[in-house]
């Protein structure tokens, strides 16, 4: 086994469904100045615009 | 004149000076760091017209916008959490200035630092398993011979599915051991839209698992020997920095 560095393993890339499932449905939640007022964004909604958006992007031909 | 503000990326405890300063914010803007009482805030200047309530509102609706957001935000969290231990804040957690970002630090001083011992020297495995494609029934082809025959089969398909569907939960059942038995903690995450995730199949688990670091490969290497199952496919991916586990308890 070889270490990948000094200060710990290389980590692996992570798809984007996955991270924006971690950074808006979780992660540590901390009211920011402006995280209050955003608090009135459904999040909901915008994984579902999100979804609509990929999945528009799948029609076209790559 | 430009209105800015602090995105804060995270909190950390011991990181070495300069790990984060050489990597690119949101907007590509420089990272720095902000001290206060021995923890480390990781911020940058972003533009309030961007991230101000009104530009997120816009802005989290675009998906190119939020991609390119989100990869910035993970590769400053990933920097910091392979030098130290690291709790990443929410997408957009954006302060007036560093006055703030300390005011929040101080306030939540007890959690971070709770949230910092729970992830140090650990890293997420994400695992999911999918229920198999059902391979169409094994029936006999052609037009049924009559009434008996056409209710045979019916009942032949249904106790294909039933046998398919709790065949999948078994096996949905045998990984979820097997990561709760390699992970220090265990969340389960709502099951993922196939339009999203690109998996084939219904998502039966959405597993984050919290590994300690050392480790980290073996329960990668069982998790692939666990990929395959008949009536159920898992779907192991990591290491990555703790998202799942950072989080403060709710006040």
Known sequence: MTLASTEGQAQAQIALVDLVDRLLGS?????????????????????????IASVRAEMVPR | MVETGRYLYAVAAGLPGGTVTTVAGVGNAPVEVVEHAGLQAIVSTVDLSEYGE????????DLAWLEETARAHDAVVRTASEAAPTAPMRL???????????????????????ALARVDGRVEWSVKVLASRRPSSAAASGAPSGGADYLRRKKAESQARESAESGAV?????VADAVAAGAVAVRRLPPQDPRLSGLEGTMLLNLAALVDQGDSDAFGARMDELADAEAAVSVAAGPWPAYSFATLETR
């Open chain 2, 92 to 114: 957009a957690t954006i302060f007036f200035d560093d006055d703030g970002v300390r005011r929040c630090v101080e306030e939540l001083d007890d959690d971070l630092r709770a």
């Open chain 1, 27 to 51: 992660g540590v939640v901390l009211a920011g100045d402006l995280v209050i007022s955003l608090a009135g964004v459904d999040l909901v909604q915008i994984r579902l615009h999100a979804l």
């Open chain 2, 54 to 61: 009104e530009g997120l509102r816009r802005n989290l609706e």
């Open chain 2, 170 to 174: 078994a096996a949905a059942e045998r």
